[in-house]
């Protein structure tokens, strides 16, 4: 499986931003798409996770209300919307896939990592 994720770029405190992630390659091998964070000098974080069979999802407590994620499996696609952005939000954010069941904020559980788009909120 490989990964390619879009969107990204700045924008202000309370707005609006929405990132996309397109698996290709084996994708039935892939049981979860998500994404984690990295802000500058932090350890990296985990953001939210959707299975692709039956939609369920799992979402860092940070975040949830504000972002949401989705996914279109005709296009192998996933899609995160975060909305009410704050500057903490501020981080690289990497796709991720997972090939076994269950979902999970365990960095070490995802075994596919895109590269990482930036998102930038301004104050």
């Known amino acids: 499986v490989q990964l390619q994720a879009s969107g990204g770029g700045t924008v202000q405190a309370g707005g609006s931003l929405g990132l996309s992630c397109e698996a290709s390659?084996?994708?039935?091998?892939?049981?979860?798409i998500g994404w984690f964070r990295q802000a500058p000098g932090k350890d990296r974080e985990f953001v939210m996770a959707?299975?692709?069979?039956?939609?369920?999802?799992y979402s860092a407590d940070s975040v949830k209300g504000r972002f949401s994620i989705s996914r279109d499996i005709a296009r192998n696609t996933a899609y995160l919307q975060m909305n009410s952005l704050r500057v903490g939000d501020t981080a690289v954010y990497y796709c991720?896939?997972?090939?076994?069941?269950?979902?999970?904020?365990?960095?070490?559980?995802?075994?596919?990592w895109g590269q990482g788009t930036l998102v930038t909120v301004s104050s």
């Open positions: 959707i299975s692709w069979s039956g939609g369920k999802v």
């Open positions: 991720v896939s997972r090939s076994i069941y269950g979902l999970t904020d365990d960095q070490d559980e995802y075994d596919v």
């Open positions: 390659g084996k994708t039935y091998r892939s049981y979860a």
